[in-house]
């Protein structure tokens, strides 16, 4: 079974900082992408960022130039760096896990979601 475990999230004024982490658990034996996705109370959820084991990347447009998502492929690990934060980020955020590979094939696993509130 694999879990995904998410940290890193809270209560931030606008302009500031914070560090999402992600840890997948359990008995895999490689992970294509990793990303990050959030959504705030009544909308849908949207991608954020997601990076491959190659370390390519994309990013919603709203979070180009202030995100940065990265990954260490050892620990399994995707991180997101989020800067210049504004309140229109305001979401929970969930780190999701596509085409992990496990005994009996490839499956995609989602975090619970951490909140991230940007208010002053």
């Known amino acids: 079974q694999v879990q995904l475990v998410e940290s890193g999230g809270g209560l931030v004024q606008p302009g500031g900082s914070l560090r999402l982490s992600c840890t997948a658990s359990?008995?895999?034996?490689?992970?294509?992408?990793m990303g990050w996705y959030r959504q705030a109370p009544g909308k849908q959820r949207d991608l954020v960022a997601t990076?491959?084991?190659?370390?390519?990347?994309n990013y919603a447009d709203s979070v180009k130039g202030r995100f940065t998502i990265s990954r260490d492929n050892a620990k399994n690990t995707v991180y997101l760096q989020m800067n210049s934060l504004k309140p229109e980020d305001t979401a929970v955020y969930y780190c999701?896990?596509?085409?992990?590979?496990?005994?009996?094939?490839?499956?995609?696993?989602w975090g619970q979601g951490t909140q991230v509130t940007v208010s002053s």
């Open positions: 999701n896990a596509d085409r992990v590979r496990i005994i009996g094939g490839f499956y995609n696993y």
């Open positions: 359990g008995s895999i034996f490689s992970i294509n992408a």
């Open positions: 990076i491959t084991s190659g370390s390519m990347t």
